[in-house]
Structures are given as structure tokens and as C-alpha cells.
């Protein structure tokens, strides 16, 4: 097989990472915003849930806690062949609630 079969390839592969990239970003910043209105709704205040990028992989921190990343993908699946994942924003909110649990046991 030739450069052009593997540069075709390539170029169809480009092009679906690039789409699955921008389908993730735009997940990410609906699940977001939407947590950030709830919390600001519920206590007045803005806490800023941070999402970072290397350029390779996303981060989703609440006050420097790890919340998701898109490397280590903890979602549960939501089919039985494993192949799409639950919603970024419910699993997001899981994990929020998870650590502020912990947080509320802290006493100084």
C-alpha cells in the first residue's frame, strides 16, 4: 500500500480526534457551568471549578481537587457492550458530593 492509502488514513484519523476532542470539550464546559450555576444559586458565592489541558488531556479540579481526567475516564458505562459512558455532569456531581463528604469532616 502506498503514502497517499496511509496519509488518507491518517487524515481520517486526524479529523475524528479532532471531532471527539471538541464533543468533549463542549461536555465538559456544559457540565461546568451547570454545577457552577447550582453551587452560586445555593450559596451566593462563585467557586470556580478549574479545567486545565497539557494539550494531550482535560482536568477537572473543584479547589484543587481532582475531580475527572480524560486520561483515567472513571465514568460507569451505560451499555452493556461498554461503549458509552454515563454523562460527564452526573458523574461529575457524584464526585463533587464524594469529597465534600470529606470535607465536612474536617475540624480545625
Not at 62 to 67: A, S, T
Not at 86 to 94: D, N, Q
Request: charged letters at 30%.
Amino acid at each position: 500500500m502506498g503514502k497517499i492509502f496511509y496519509l488518507t488514513i491518517l487524515l481520517a484519523l486526524t479529523k475524528w480526534l479532532c471531532f471527539k476532542g471538541e464533543k468533549m470539550i463542549k461536555e465538559i464546559e456544559h457540565a461546568v457551568q451547570s454545577i457552577e450555576q447550582d453551587i452560586f444559586e445555593q450559596t451566593g458565592v462563585e467557586y470556580n471549578i478549574s479545567v486545565t489541558s497539557n494539550g494531550f488531556s482535560r482536568f477537572v479540579k473543584f479547589i484543587g481537587i481532582d475531580l475527572w481526567n480524560s486520561d483515567d475516564d472513571m465514568r460507569e458505562y451505560v451499555d452493556k457492550d461498554e461503549t458509552e459512558y454515563e454523562p460527564l455532569e452526573t458523574f461529575l456531581r457524584r464526585q463533587l458530593n464524594d469529597e465534600l463528604k470529606k470535607l465536612r469532616l474536617i475540624k480545625v
